[in-house]
């Protein structure tokens, strides 16, 4: 069992940086790929960056690539998601995500555990 508790959300103008953060519990982190997903409203929860167990591999979707950066302290139990020039439409409900086991799962139904959620506002 992993809970995760996720912070660094708030309200930032476009072109601004906000560091997430998601402190894991449990001695089993670096058993644990991570996720980082958003939901904006009415819309559907979508992948946004993953990060293997180890933190070896990365992946990102096209969106965010090349202004988002995920990375993870094993031996913090935390992920971090770097959000550098931030524009309105990362407008979102972030949420942090666990799946037990090796690779880069992209998919929603691929993680087993799930954070509440932060808010992320950006500004125009």
């Known amino acids: 069992q992993v809970q995760l508790v996720e912070s660094g959300g708030g309200l930032v103008q476009a072109g601004g940086s906000l560091r997430l953060s998601c402190a894991a519990s449990?001695?089993?982190?670096?058993?644990?790929?991570m996720g980082w997903f958003r939901q904006a409203p009415g819309r559907e929860r979508e992948f946004v960056a993953a990060i293997s167990s180890m933190g070896f591999s990365t992946d990102y979707a096209d969106s965010v690539k090349g202004r988002f950066t995920i990375s993870r302290d094993i031996a913090k139990n935390t992920v971090n998601l770097q959000m550098n020039s931030l524009k309105p439409e990362d407008t979102a409900v972030y949420y942090c995500a666990a799946r037990r086991g090796s690779g880069v799962p992209t998919k929603r139904h691929e993680f087993e555990y799930w954070g509440q959620g932060t808010q992320v506002t950006v500004s125009s």
């Open positions: 449990g001695r089993t982190f670096s058993s644990y790929s």
